[in-house]
């Protein structure tokens, strides 16, 4: 079955960084487009940034734009989230997805399968 297990969260300083991961099993990882998406404290769910399945192109959400960067490597079937100047706002449960197409469309009827999510605390 599909499993995707996150990790890298921790507590941030405001303007630092974190490298966030998720493993991925159970499915051909190189054929699927990858996302991140994040909850804040009593908000909704919000889609972070989008991977093809080959890696030729990433999305990002404006909130994120320039000071995150998502990658894959499809030889370690694993998922990557640079962030870099983190601000308090950052501060969420952030989540790995697949998608069913090899494309990141950015649609929920596209996404496939969550992980179970890690924690990220930006703060003073």
């Known amino acids: 079955q599909v499993q995707l297990v996150e990790s890298g969260g921790g507590l941030a300083q405001p303007g630092g960084s974190l490298r966030l991961s998720c493993a991925a099993s159970?499915?051909?990882?190189?054929?699927?487009?990858m996302s991140w998406a994040r909850q804040a404290p009593g908000e909704g769910l919000e889609w972070v940034s989008g991977?093809?399945?080959?890696?030729?192109?990433?999305y990002y959400a404006d909130s994120v734009k320039g000071r995150f960067t998502i990658s894959r490597d499809n030889a370690q079937n694993t998922l990557y989230l640079q962030m870099n100047s983190l601000k308090p706002e950052d501060t969420a449960l952030y989540y790995c997805v697949s998608h069913r197409s090899a494309i990141a469309v950015l649609t929920t009827t596209d996404f496939d399968a969550w992980g179970q999510g890690t924690q990220v605390t930006v703060s003073s």
């Open positions: 991977i093809d399945s080959d890696g030729s192109d990433t």
């Open positions: 159970g499915f051909t990882f190189s054929r699927r487009a």
